[in-house]
């Protein structure tokens, strides 16, 4: 039977912060799921952790292989196939879904082939305390905007695998799917992103809200396991409080207005009122697309450039333990 939603969850390490996020999935408000994660050469004791809690909700589904030259792109496509989800969506191990992600995804994938939402990065807890700033910084791009679609194309990722989604139709329509991401190419959620992009350049679609959270490994790295299974364990009680999700709304309201209000309202040296500040923001964010020919046309030839000019042949096929 086909399900509503088919969530591939990548992890790899001894990670046991990473139930935060599959229970962030779980936490839905759309129920009928599937739930893959795609274990990259985890250790024995992180299969039998995912495989309890496969045992306490039959959504869940672990598969398991060896470790891959990066991070088991191969894997990914070989589940998608797998599973029957109308729309793909992706979480990584040691980020958070808001309860609402994958309605907000579901509805855009109703009138498009690939959708995401805003990146938004929640600062170290220090500085949290420190500065009362939630978010250490939130991209606030849309990728029908021009410039934001040629600077992808140069390697400049705007979203990680959390916050983007697509189709099932969209993905078997395209000349290649998830694959080892050569190492001269950009990362490896980008290096997918961009298929997409050249291959449906008018069907892509930016959410402008933030419906999950990122946790960068890089300022996290001298982190002991504990401590992430802290700090996520903790963001995620806190999502399921409607006040904090509201809260995280204000936070995005306020970035926007610092960040979009045309030079012009503060000339003055002061706010402009709040409706003037929201008009600013509206002709900002729902300009005309005025790229949207240039798309189409370097669509097909960048798509082309990404893959070096020839498609290259599909990864064999892997197994998978039950």
């Not at 990473?18 to 408000?29: D, E, G, I, L, P």
């Not at 879904?97 to 805003?118: D, G, M, V």
């Not at 401590?227 to 995620?236: C, I, N």
């Not at 995280?248 to 209000?261: Q, T």
């Amino acid at each position: 039977m086909e399900a509503r939603a088919t969530v591939i969850v990548p992890t790899f390490g001894q990670a046991f912060f990473a139930q935060w996020a599959v229970k962030s999935v779980q936490n839905q408000r759309i129920k009928d799921i599937e739930i893959c994660i795609i274990c990259d050469g985890s250790p024995e004791s992180m299969v039998t952790f995912f495989k309890k809690m496969a045992q306490e909700d039959p959504r869940i589904k672990v598969f398991t292989f060896p470790k891959s030259p990066r991070t088991g792109e191969p894997y990914r496509d070989f589940v998608i196939k797998q599973t029957t989800g109308k729309i793909i969506c992706y979480c990584s191990h040691d980020d958070l879904w808001l309860p609402n992600h994958l309605q907000e995804i579901e509805e855009a994938l109703k009138t498009c082939r690939f959708a995401h939402s805003l990146h938004a990065v929640v600062n170290l807890p220090e500085k949290v305390r420190a500065e009362q700033r939630l978010f250490d910084g939130i991209y606030l791009k849309n990728i029908k905007d021009h410039n934001t679609y040629k600077n992808m194309f140069r390697g400049i990722n705007f979203f990680g695998l959390t916050f983007g989604a697509h189709t099932r139709d969209s993905y078997f329509k395209l000349e290649e799917g998830w694959v080892t991401t050569p190492r001269e190419k950009a990362t490896t959620d980008l290096y997918m992103w961009c298929k997409f992009l050249a291959a449906f350049p008018d069907e892509c679609k930016t959410i402008m809200k933030i419906t999950a959270l990122s946790f960068p490994y890089k300022p996290r790295k001298e982190w002991p396991e504990q401590q992430r299974d802290d700090e996520l364990k903790y963001y995620f009680e806190r999502i399921q409080d409607p006040d904090f999700v509201k809260t995280i709304s204000k936070y995005l309201l306020r970035f926007k207005i610092k960040k979009f209000i045309p030079k012009r309202l503060k000339r003055y040296g002061r706010w402009p009122p709040l409706h003037l500040a929201l008009q600013a923001i509206g002709r900002t964010m729902n300009r005309p697309d005025r790229g949207r020919r240039k798309r189409n046309e370097e669509g097909t030839r960048r798509g082309l450039e990404w893959k070096g000019g020839e498609s290259r042949k599909s990864e064999p096929s892997v197994s998978t333990k039950p």
